[in-house]
């Protein structure tokens, strides 16, 4: 699945953006108060950082088996990483489409 596709579903209106106030960030966050990255932004980057990690742990795996001389540690940490990002990905999917689900049934 193509990234461009889904960016647009992801942008969060302006005026939301402009509506937040640096009074409601974390104290001691820089990036919470930081004003110009939507949430589409911030989910995108992240995706790719698992596309990433993927991509690395398949180079790897596959000129450690092609016979460069790479030591099978640095293969399974790379594949290792690759899984839990990958896992944790799939776990902040899962919580945002729950979140998504109890505000669709609130009733207003």
Not at 6 to 21: G, M, R
Not at 31 to 41: L, R, T
Not at 48 to 56: T, Y
């Amino acid at each position: 699945m193509r990234m461009e596709a889904l960016t647009p579903l992801f942008d969060i209106a302006p005026a939301v953006q402009q509506s937040a106030s640096p009074a409601s960030a974390l104290p001691g966050s820089a990036e919470a108060s930081a004003p110009g990255k939507s949430f589409g932004q911030f989910l995108s980057e992240a995706i790719n950082e698992v596309n990433q990690a993927q991509l690395h742990a398949d180079d790897l795996t596959a000129r450690f088996a092609a016979g460069e001389p790479l030591d099978v540690h640095q293969v399974m940490i790379a594949s290792q990483e690759a899984s839990v990002a990958l896992d944790l990905a799939v776990q902040v999917r899962n919580r945002l489409l729950d979140a998504y689900q109890q505000i669709i049934s609130l009733n207003v």
